[in-house]
Nanobody
Framework: QVQLVESGGGLVQAGGSLRLSCAAS????????VGWFRQAPGKEREFVSI???????YYADSVKGRFTISRDNAKNTGYLQMNSLKPEDTAVYYC????????????????WGQGTQVTVSS
């Protein structure tokens, strides 16, 4: 059973930074694509960033140049470094994983964490 646990969310002022972590268990983590998605109140869950098992990365246009996704396979952990945060980044952020990589849409992902709240004040 694949389990994902996010951490690192919180309240930050606009222009600030946060680093989210996604700790995985119950799987061969290095074989999985790991993604970050977010959902604001009243909105559909949306793609933020994905890192494939081989290290290829993808970013939503809205976060490109501000967010960096990475992974540490030795620690079974994925990360999302978020810089220059904006109020519109406020959402619950979810970690997801899949093997193999099938794309960037949230419905393609089988395994999910419980989410962590990120709030950016203006």
């Amino acid at each position: 059973q694949v389990q994902l646990v996010e951490s690192g969310g919180g309240l930050v002022q606009a222009g600030g930074s946060l680093r989210l972590s996604c700790a995985a268990s119950g799987c061969t983590f290095s074989s999985y694509a790991v993604g970050w998605f977010r959902q604001a109140p009243g909105k559909e869950r949306e793609f933020v960033s994905i890192i494939r098992s081989g290290g290829s990365t993808y970013y939503a246009d809205s976060v490109k140049g501000r967010f960096t996704i990475s992974r540490d396979n030795a620690k079974n952990t994925g990360y999302l470094q978020m810089n220059s945060l904006k109020p519109e980044d406020t959402a619950v952020y979810y970690c997801a994983a899949n093997n193999p990589y099938r794309g960037n849409y949230y419905s393609l992902y089988d395994y999910w964490g419980q989410g962590t709240q990120v709030t950016v004040s203006s």
